[in-house]
């Protein structure tokens, strides 16, 4: 394209607009570029913006304009907040609470459509008490221990830090399980069982192989084919169903176990849209949310539909912690075919920035093995570096680069460097 005027990217915060595979690039960076040459206009669109984009313009490096009022004028949805540890309690273990079932039979009654997201976004198999469901975290990175069935021990994703499999909950005395065991399948059963006369859609990775399943399927739920369609962060996505005045959030919190620092910005930013698919037509909507932590901030001001509460309490849990925006933080990602070899490498490179940091605000974290530790026959590993200016990780990672090509050893492993930037 030539003389180009206005750029937009829509749903400016997924994380999909960065590309993982080569050409790596950011949409976000790119997009900017061809603004800056054409002199046009880059207009970010988000109903959740990131924490990055929304901290530039709070700074006074964008421009914020906001919308105030739903399209059509419509009320937002009603929410009620379901505390699960009160369900188990009661003596219902079933992955759908009693308010759930209620508010479902109504719907059905009143001839209205509904959708159960399960939320399995970013979904590793952590360590999870079977009576209270807490799930044991990093103390010095604050993110979810991941279990590790073969090896019977439980590992930080972010720092390296371990620990032999804990067989008692700190918090109750319980023993510890390894993960959330329920699936879209499992979940369409219990409705079926529960409402054998409503018409059931399952929509998630199984149901949407074959070409064209997506459509066919969202089609026919818009037909008014279907009364509920089950199924993972796809149906949430901008889809507009006026005759849906009801959502339901399975397993709402699931995310805020994801082994990454932007958990509770996503998991806000999810369940937001989940809401915001209800009542879109003449009917208000509801919503209901189950959760297994209803005090958390990133469930309570999604309910309430509030970003601006939200963005200040994430901002003190970054700023606290040392994440992004409140810092820099450079992620040196390596694969390769030999584990040893390269968990060798990459302790070189964590070796050679502790000696070459200089600047005591330079964090280095790690190496550890990524989230998903093997892929296509290669291992993955990642050392985190943090510091307060961008310039300094620049610095580090252009030392580190002439010190990887002037040393044989690295020529087996292959590296990526990943800002996360302040946009």
Request: include cysteine; charged fraction near 25%; charge should be neutral.
């Given at each position: 394209?030539?003389?180009i005027?206005l ?16 050409p ?35 700074n ?6 906001r919308?105030?009022?739903?399209y ?22 079933r ?14 009654d ?16 952590m ?6 469901r ?9 993110v ?29 005395g ?31 990775g199984?149901?949407?192989?074959t ?40 397993a ?21 849209q ?18 297994y ?5 990133s469930?309570?001001?999604a ?16 700023r606290?912690?040392?994440?992004p ?16 070899h390269l ?8 070796r050679y ?14 190496p ?6 093997k892929i ?21 990672r ?12 690295f ?8 800002f996360?930037?302040?946009?």
């Amino acid at each position: 394209l030539e003389n180009i005027g206005l750029v937009i990217i829509d749903e400016e915060q997924e994380h999909t607009y960065r590309s993982e595979s080569a050409p790596r690039y950011a949409a976000h960076e790119v997009a900017r570029q061809r603004a800056a040459e054409n002199g046009s206009l880059l207009l970010l669109a988000s109903a959740t913006p990131s924490t990055e984009s929304f901290y530039a313009a709070q700074n006074g490096r964008t421009q914020l304009v906001r919308l105030t009022q739903r399209y059509g004028g419509n009320p937002l949805p009603k929410v009620q907040i379901v505390d699960m540890r009160a369900e188990l309690a009661s003596g219902n273990p079933r992955e759908i609470s009693l308010a759930m079932e209620d508010a479902i039979r109504r719907n059905l009654d009143a001839g209205k459509q509904t959708i159960l997201l399960l939320n399995r976004r970013g979904y590793q198999t952590m360590a999870q008490c079977e009576d209270c469901r807490e799930v044991l975290k990093c103390q010095k990175c604050s993110v979810p221990m991941v279990y590790h069935k073969s090896a019977h021990k439980l590992l930080c994703h972010y720092c390296g830090y371990e620990t032999p499999q804990v067989h008692a909950c700190p918090s109750c005395g319980s023993p510890y399980i390894g993960g959330f065991r329920a699936g879209t399948q499992q979940i369409e059963q219990n409705v079926k069982k529960l409402f054998p006369k409503a018409r059931v859609l399952r929509m998630d990775g199984d149901t949407t192989k074959t070409k064209n399943s997506y459509e066919e399927i969202l089609s026919s739920f818009a037909a008014g084919e279907a009364d509920i369609l089950i199924g993972t962060q796809m149906i949430v996505k901008g889809h507009d169903f006026p005759n849906v005045t009801l959502v339901g959030a399975l397993a709402a919190d699931l995310s805020l176990n994801a082994v990454d620092y932007r958990a509770g910005e996503r998991t806000f930013q999810l369940l937001t849209q989940a809401v915001g698919r209800a009542g879109r037509g003449e009917k208000p909507g509801m919503a209901v949310i189950q959760t297994y932590h209803p005090e958390h901030y990133s469930i309570q001001t999604a309910a309430e539909q509030d970003y601006g509460t939200f963005y200040e309490k994430e901002m003190d849990y970054r700023r606290l912690m040392g994440y992004p925006p409140a810092a820099e933080l450079l992620a040196i990602h390596g694969a390769g075919e030999d584990e040893a070899h390269l968990t060798q490498a990459m302790e070189y490179i964590r070796r050679y920035l502790i000696r070459i940091r200089g600047n005591r605000e330079v964090q280095i974290i790690g190496p550890a093995s990524e989230a998903v530790s093997k892929i296509n026959d290669l291992y993955r590993m990642a050392v985190y570096v943090r510091a307060p200016q961008e310039e300094v990780l620049a610095g580090l990672r252009e030392k580190l680069e002439r010190y990887i090509e002037i040393n044989k050893g690295f020529r087996t492993v292959y590296l990526q460097f990943d800002f996360s930037r302040k946009y």
